[in-house]
DNA sequence: ATTTCCATCGCGAGAACACGCGAGAGAATG
DNA sequence: CATTCTCTCGCGTGTTCTCGCGATGGAAAT
C-alpha cells in the first residue's frame, strides 16, 4: 500500500519544540523506506538556519506553539523558502480561529498530536499524492464554517457536454481548439457555447468563464 | 483503540446499489463489534421502506449514483426519518458540484471508494465520534473553494489599472463598456489588455479571466 | 538629467466571436 | 407515436478581439 519506493525518499522537515516528540516522529518518519527526514528542528529560524542548502522539501509538518516565531507567522516564511512544500500543520490546537488563519496562509493539512503516529504518516503520503489531510474533528469544523458561508450552490443544469466545454474554455482555448480537441465541427462548440451563454445569461466567453468558475463549474 | 463495546452495538445504515460492495461493506462493518448493519438497500426508496419502524439509525452510508432518487436529493429524505443520523457520502464521483451540494445537504462526511475499507470502518468511528471523515482529496477541494486559492501564488505584477480592468472583464464587460465606465478610449483599454495578456501569458480574454481567478487576482 | 515605468491614445488587417436562422439524428420520455 | 433533449452541423453578417506598429505626457527613480 505504500508508494513505491524506487525512486528517492521524498525528504520531510520536520518543526516541533517538544524534543521527545520530534525524535518519535522523526524516527517513525525514517522508518518509512519512501520517506526521510534529515531536518528536525525546535523552531522555524532554527529549521531555515538548518536547510539553508537543502535545495527541496516536499513536505513540512509544522508545530504550531513554537519558541520564537509562531508557526502561522512562520508558513509565509518557508512557503518563501520552500515554494513547492506542502505545509502540514501538526499541533494541540483546535480552536477554529487558529485552524482558519492557518489554512488560510497555505497550509495543505491539519493533523492533531493525538492522532496516531500511522494516521499522521497516512497524512504525509496523502500531502504528497496531492490532498489535504485533515483530523476529522478540524474537518467537521471547517464545514460547519463552510456551510454557513456557502448555504446555496445555485444548481445549473449543464449537459456534460457543455461542462466538458466551459472546463476547456477556462484554460483558454479558442473554439476552434475546442472543436479539434473533441472531433468536432466548429459549429457544434459553437452551439454548445450559445446554450451555455443562454444557461449563464451571459454573452460572451469571459463572462461565461469567470461565473462558471466562481460557481464551481470549472 | 476501537470505541468500547460494553454498550449495545451502534446502528449503521447502508444505501448502496452495486449488490456486491453492498455485501462485501455490510461484512466488513459487521465484523466490527461495536457496529452492526442490519439495513443495507439498493436505493433510497428501498432504505426508507426497510427501515419504517427502525427507531434509530446512527450513521448512515449513502451512494449516490442510484437508481430513482439521486443520492443528493435523498439526503434531506433520509433527515426527515433520522434526524440524528449522520450521514456519510461514499461515492466515485469527485467532482466540485456534487460534493458542495452534498456537504450543503448536511452531509457529514465525503468518502472514495476508492478508499480502502479500514478507512471507511475508520470514517464511521469518526462520524460517531462527532468528526467528519473526509477522503483528503476532497478535503483538498474544499479548502480551496473555502480560501479561493493558495498554491504558491506565482507573484503576478499587475499594475492597479491592470487589476481594475481585469476584474471588469471577470463581470463579463466588453472592452468598449469598460472603456466607457473608465471614461478612457477602446484603445487604453486594448492596450492594458494586451499587457495583461504578456503577464498572465495567455491570448485571449477568458484565458485571462480564468487566470486572474484562479490565482486570486480578480 | 536620463531612464524607466505607467497610463493614455491611434490605425489597420486579419482572426475570432455573437447571433439569427436554420437542419438532422438518436435517445429518452410519455 | 409524439415530444423533448442532446448533440451534431451549416451559413452569413455584423461585432469584437488580437496584435503589430506606432505615439505623448507625467511621475518616479537613479
Redesign the pocket.
Known amino acids: 500500500m505504500s508508494p513505491s519506493s524506487k525512486s528517492a525518499p521524498r525528504q520531510i522537515g520536520l518543526i516541533e519544540d517538544h524534543q521527545d516528540y520530534r525524535r518519535v516522529l522523526q524516527q517513525a518518519i525514517n522508518s518509512s523506506p519512501h520517506l526521510i527526514c534529515q531536518h528536525a528542528s525546535s523552531s522555524v529560524e532554527a529549521f531555515l538556519a538548518d536547510t539553508a542548502t537543502t535545495p527541496k522539501m516536499e513536505v513540512i509538518l509544522l508545530d504550531l506553539n513554537l519558541p520564537g516565531i509562531h508557526g502561522v507567522a512562520g508558513i509565509p516564511m518557508l512557503f518563501q523558502r520552500f515554494p513547492d512544500a506542502r505545509i502540514l500543520v501538526l499541533t494541540v490546537y483546535d480552536h477554529k480561529p487558529v485552524v482558519l488563519e492557518a489554512l488560510a496562509a497555505g497550509a495543505s493539512g491539519y493533523l492533531l498530536k493525538a492522532d496516531r503516529l500511522d494516521t499522521i504518516l497516512r497524512g504525509i503520503d496523502e500531502a504528497l499524492s496531492g490532498g489535504a489531510p485533515l483530523n476529522s474533528h478540524i474537518a467537521r469544523m471547517i464545514l460547519t464554517t463552510f456551510n454557513a458561508v456557502r448555504p446555496a450552490a445555485p444548481e445549473i443544469?449543464l449537459?456534460?457536454?457543455?461542462r466538458e466545454i466551459l472546463s476547456l474554455l477556462a484554460k483558454g482555448l479558442?473554439?476552434?481548439e475546442i472543436?479539434d480537441q473533441?472531433s468536432?465541427?466548429?459549429?457544434?462548440v459553437?452551439?454548445?457555447?450559445?446554450?451555455i451563454?443562454g444557461k449563464l445569461k451571459v454573452?460572451?466567453?469571459s463572462g461565461a468563464v469567470a461565473k462558471a468558475i466562481q460557481l464551481g463549474l470549472a
Chains 1, 2 share one sequence.
Open positions: 443544469d449537459t456534460d457536454r457543455e479558442i473554439k476552434k472543436a473533441l468536432v465541427s466548429y459549429h457544434t459553437d452551439t454548445h457555447v450559445r446554450n451563454y454573452h460572451n466567453l
